[in-house]
C-alpha cells in the first residue's frame, strides 16, 4: 500500500513538473495548467489606435478603422503594420448624400449637410445626414418682407423686390433685393442730376423734356407690367425724333454739353429698355440706330450676347450686363449717331500726341449702356467692333469719351485696340459709355500703321 501511495506521489510531482515546463504560443496565457486564448482588445484597449476597432481571433487580434476612416473595411491590420487610419472627406470625394440644393460639411470621420441660403430642410432641422430634401423657402410669405410700397417676387433659392408704380429707390432702381432699401415716392425732378440740369440748352431741352413727362407717366401709372410696357415703342420713338432734331444740321456746343448729351441719352436708354415688351428691339431713324435687348425671368440669363447696329457690333455677357445685383430683368442698348463724328471731331488734348501727328475720328460714335450700374470698371471688358467710314491703312485707336477731362474729351483710358485693317478696328473696352475710333494722321507725310510716329514721304 505504501508502495502504491509513493508512486502516486511521483507521478504528481512528474506532471507538474511538466506543466510548469509547457510554454503557450503566442496569443495565450496558461490558465488551470492550459493554454487558452489571451483577448488582446480587452487587456490593452488601446492597442488598435483611436480611429480603429479591435477584434480579437484565436491566438491573434486585428485592426480595422472606423467607418469615415481610410483604409476602409475590410482592411485588417496590426500595429506592426505602421497604418495609421485618417478622416475621409466625403464632401470632397464625393461620396456624401446631401442631394441638392444643400452644402456639405465634413466631420472628422463623417459629414453633416445643411441648406443653401434660400431653401429649408425637409424635416425642419439645420444640419441633417441622409434622406432629408432642401426645398425652396418662399420669402414672399410675409407680405412685409419688401417693406411698402412693393411687392415680393419669389425665386428659386431667392427673391426679388419690385417698387409700386410711381415709387424708386434712392438710387433710380425698381426692383431690389436688399430689403434694407425702401421704396418712395418718385420725384421726376431728380431724374437727372443737378450737372446736366444746370446745363441743359435749348438744344437738349426737348430731350429733358421727354424723359421728366415720362417719368411722370411711369409715376402716375397704375402697373407697370401692363400700362408702361406699351409706353416703352412711344418713349422710344419721340426719343428718337428729338435726337433727329438735336443733330439736325449738325450738333454744336461745348465740352459739357457734350458731356451731358451723353448722360441724358443713357439715363433714357435706361429707362426705356424695360418698358419695351419684346426681348429684342431695333429703330432707325434719320440721325441715328438702336438696338435695345431686355431679358426677364426668376433667376439671371447666362452666357453671351450680341446687339448690331450700322457701323458697330458689341459683344458682351449676361452678367456684365446684369452686375452684381439682378431685379428680374437685364436691359442693353447700343446706339450709333449719324454725322456726330464730324461735330466731335475735336477734343483730343489729353491724347498723347508725336510731332506733327494729329487724329480724326473714322467712325460712327457710338453710345453702350446696361443696367448694370456698376459702369467704370468692369469685371469682363465688352467687345466693340467698329467699321471705318474711310478705308484706310493706317493706325488707327478705340477712344472713350471722359466726361470728367475738362468737361469732356477723348481718352484712351480703360479701352484698348486689339486688332485693326483697312476697314475696321476691334475694341476691348472695360467700361461702358461713349465711343468711337480714331485715325492717327499726320500734318505731313503718312502715319505707317505699324509705327508709333508719323515717317515722311516722298508722294502722297
Same mark, same amino acid.
Given at each position: ?35 487558452? =486564448? ?18 480579437? &481571433? ?23 503594420? %505602421? ?40 424635416? %425642419? ?25 412693393? *411687392?415680393?417676387?419669389? &425665386? ?48 437738349? &431741352? ?6 421728366? =413727362? ?8 397704375? *402697373? ?10 412711344? $418713349?422710344?420713338?419721340?426719343? !428718337? ?18 458731356? #451731358? ?14 418698358? !419695351?415688351? #419684346? ?12 438696338? /435695345?435687348? @431686355? ?45 456726330? =463724328? ?35 470698371? /468692369? ?29 469732356? #474729351?477723348?481718352?484712351? !483710358?480703360?479701352?484698348?485696340?486689339? *486688332? ?15 465711343? #468711337?475710333? $480714331? ?6 507725310? @503718312? ?14
Amino acid at each position: 500500500m505504501r508502495h502504491m501511495y509513493l508512486s502516486l506521489v511521483l507521478l504528481l510531482a512528474l506532471t507538474e513538473n511538466i506543466l510548469m515546463n509547457t510554454v503557450c504560443r503566442s496569443g495565450e496565457k496558461m490558465r488551470r495548467g492550459k493554454c487558452e =486564448d489571451e483577448n488582446e482588445c480587452e487587456i490593452q484597449p488601446s492597442i488598435c489606435e483611436r480611429n480603429a476597432a479591435c477584434f480579437n &481571433t484565436a491566438g491573434s487580434y486585428f485592426c480595422q478603422c472606423h467607418e469615415g476612416f481610410t483604409p476602409p473595411s475590410p482592411h485588417n491590420f496590426t500595429p506592426a503594420d %505602421g497604418i495609421v487610419c485618417q478622416d475621409i472627406n466625403e464632401c470632397l470625394v464625393g461620396s456624401d448624400d446631401c442631394g441638392p440644393n444643400t452644402t456639405c460639411n465634413n466631420t472628422v470621420g463623417g459629414y453633416n449637410c445643411t441648406c443653401a441660403t434660400g431653401y429649408i430642410s425637409s424635416n %425642419g432641422k439645420d444640419i441633417f445626414n441622409s434622406g432629408v430634401q432642401c426645398i425652396d423657402r418662399d420669402e414672399c410669405n410675409d407680405p412685409s418682407f419688401c417693406g411698402k410700397h412693393a *411687392s415680393c417676387h419669389n &425665386t428659386a433659392g431667392g427673391f426679388y423686390c419690385i417698387c409700386e408704380a410711381g415709387f424708386r429707390l434712392k438710387s433710380g432702381r425698381t426692383n431690389f433685393t436688399d430689403t434694407s432699401e425702401l421704396c418712395e415716392k418718385l420725384k421726376c425732378d431728380r431724374f437727372l442730376s443737378e450737372k446736366d440740369t444746370s446745363q441743359t440748352s435749348p438744344e437738349l &431741352t426737348k430731350l429733358v423734356s421727354l424723359m421728366t =413727362d415720362s417719368c411722370l407717366i411711369i409715376n402716375q401709372s397704375e *402697373s407697370v407690367n401692363n400700362n408702361t410696357q406699351a409706353h416703352g415703342e412711344k $418713349l422710344l420713338k419721340g426719343f !428718337l425724333s428729338d435726337l433727329d432734331d438735336l443733330n439736325h444740321g449738325g450738333f454744336s456746343g461745348d465740352n459739357d454739353m457734350i458731356s #451731358a448729351l451723353f448722360r441724358i441719352v443713357v439715363n433714357i436708354l435706361k429707362l426705356i429698355g424695360h418698358l !419695351l415688351s #419684346a426681348s429684342r428691339t431695333r429703330k432707325i431713324s434719320a440721325k441715328a440706330e438702336v438696338e /435695345l435687348l @431686355v431679358k426677364r425671368g426668376n433667376s439671371p440669363p447666362e452666357g453671351d450676347f450680341r446687339m448690331n447696329i450700322s457701323g458697330a457690333q458689341l459683344t458682351s455677357h449676361w452678367d456684365t450686363a446684369t452686375g452684381n445685383t439682378y431685379h428680374g430683368f437685364t436691359t442693353a442698348a447700343l446706339l450709333s449717331y449719324k454725322g456726330l =463724328d464730324e461735330s466731335l471731331n475735336c477734343c483730343f488734348d489729353h491724347l498723347e500726341t508725336q510731332k506733327k501727328q494729329t487724329y480724326k475720328i473714322n467712325s460712327k460714335v457710338v453710345t453702350a449702356t446696361f443696367i448694370n450700374t456698376e459702369t467704370t470698371n /468692369l469685371k469682363k471688358p465688352i467687345k466693340l467692333t467698329f467699321s471705318h467710314l474711310k478705308k484706310k491703312n493706317e493706325k488707327h485707336m478705340c477712344v472713350f469719351w471722359d466726361p470728367e477731362l475738362d468737361g469732356g #474729351a477723348w481718352s484712351t !483710358l480703360g479701352c484698348s485696340t486689339v *486688332s485693326s485693317r483697312a476697314d475696321q478696328t476691334v475694341c476691348f473696352c472695360n467700361k461702358l459709355g461713349s465711343f #468711337a475710333v $480714331l485715325t492717327v494722321l499726320c500734318d505731313t507725310g @503718312v502715319c505707317r500703321p505699324t509705327l508709333n510716329f508719323c515717317t515722311l514721304d516722298s508722294k502722297p
